[in-house]
């Protein structure tokens, strides 16, 4: 059963233009020239009760504009939404008491409030159960390891203590469903992973429903099992990751040394030249078309070589191919 | 479908905790505390030596003696202490760096959330009225009216304190759509300090100023209840004096929520 229902969400932001300098200024004052950006061209999807999902595009793709529509904090243009049967911005309050929401760049705890007290008044506003509250907050304080600075205001915290508190803020009332947006934006390795852990544990002992937005693809490859893609405002891919990996990963690269530093061009047939400095070449090869043993045989055939790797296409090439080439079926593929 | 959806059951604890938690936050600010106290007795005194000159090359109106008047500046300068706070700054601080929008992700009501933090704030500024009171009367005296007459001025100052909520409300409700405010707010400010009767009371004016007074909120504020503290305005005339209040008061909230709701439906539509 569908907890998250997205049809057909349009958004178009309309703004003022105004001319250059002082003139321009005055000008916008008398009349107005709008000018419509759609940021989310005709969106949907639906996502089940415990699903763990990446909501992923470049910057400007409409992500974040999506999120805050289905947070209810943005009316759509046209189209629907229902979250958990209730429409988010029709009914704000009664939606707010279902969800939590992280966003990396943007604290919801109080900045003048030590963490503990903020979560007391987080307590007030969701009208938590005594009980419920101590034991989440024991479990939180456990698996993020708070109880160093729940004493100490969120505005002294460090970025990955002040994350931490945020999860922990987030997830106190039992949300059914978790927006992240960016949650691991600027933190250090370890926080990541912390951070990463206590989202995965949330999903499977819980079942929270968390969509994940995020630039770091790591964080996807390690959390989620399927993707949405979007980009210029519209799904351009939406399934498991496996699937985009083997659709679009096609392409496999040889690295290969080679025994003395060479400038003339290196061709072999069946490969392309990605990158060629010094002794080392890139090439790039269809793993459908030309097998990796036929190419090494080519290669050496043609040069001496004092090392070779083959590298398997990583999800963040394959997104990043998919950005600059716009998405279609690989052909020739059955599927 | 839609109507059988109910939001969350109104509580009154959130607001509760949002307001002790401002008590608390301002209870931080100690040093500014003191120095607020110690300004104080300052300007009561050069208030009285203002008074008592200006009482002795001139003759005195007739239900405005010396020791009233200095008890009326005196009661106004305490009543600064709370009500040129602006207790909704909060929301336009917010609006401005984009926060506003966790607040519409929780399941309360984001202006009373407003109201209650800023109230808060300006309960712990009351506390201060105390010292400051035993402070200014090592230099003054002030007059103590009869319960009734004193519980007649608790009234119409907190009526006079939700008027001054609504229009600092108003004021930062304006951010929704310039996000800079500072100018309109001096003036208001400053329009409130003496059309009000803050500074000085309003029958020194000008008559045809008094008219135009008459018709504008910011006697509601600060002359109407320190009228009733002085004696000025007399029990028969409580129930009028307080049924204008209570007209400004109903005009104003009307209008601080239709500003509200237009902003936030804004803030919905276009992202802020």
Redesign the interface.
Known sequence: MAIIEATDLRKV??SVVRGPGLGGAVRALFARDHEEKVAVEGVSFGLDAGELVGYIGPNGAGKS?TI?ML?????PTSGTVRVA???P??????N??N?G?V?GQ???L?W??PLR?SF??LR????IPLDRFRQNLAHFCEILDLERFMGTPVRQLSLGERMRGDFAGAMLHDPKIVYLDEPTIGLDVIAKEAIRTFIAEVNRERGTTVILTTHDLADVERLCRRIVLIDEGRVIYDGPLERLRSEYGTHRTLVVTLAEASSSEVVIPGATVVHHEMSVVHLRFDRRTTAAEELIRRVTERHTISDLAIVEPDIESIVRRIYTDGYARPEALPS | MNASIRGPRFRFEPYFAFAARAMAREATYRFDVFTNIGSILVRVYLLRMVWVALYAHNAAPRDLPLHAIITYSTVALLMGLVMDIDQTRALHERLHDGSIATDFLKPISVPLYYFADGTGEVLFHALLIVPSLALALLVVHVDVPSFGTLAAFGLSFFIGYLIGFCINFLLNCTAFWTLEISAVQMIVTWLTGLLGGELVPLVFFPEALQHVVAFLPFASMFSTPLLIYVGVIGPERYLGAIAVQLLWLAILGAIAIVVWRAGAQRIVVQGG
Do not use: M, N, P
């Not at chain 1, 947070?71 to 009316?75: A, E, Q």
């Not at chain 1, 007030?124 to 009208?127: F, Q, T």
């Open positions: 932001f309309r504009t805050k947070t209810g904090i943005l009316v049967g209730i429409a911005f029709d009914h704000r309050a009664a707010a008491q969800i929401v966003f943007r604290s919801q109080y003048d409030l007290e007391e008044l007030a506003i969701y009208d």
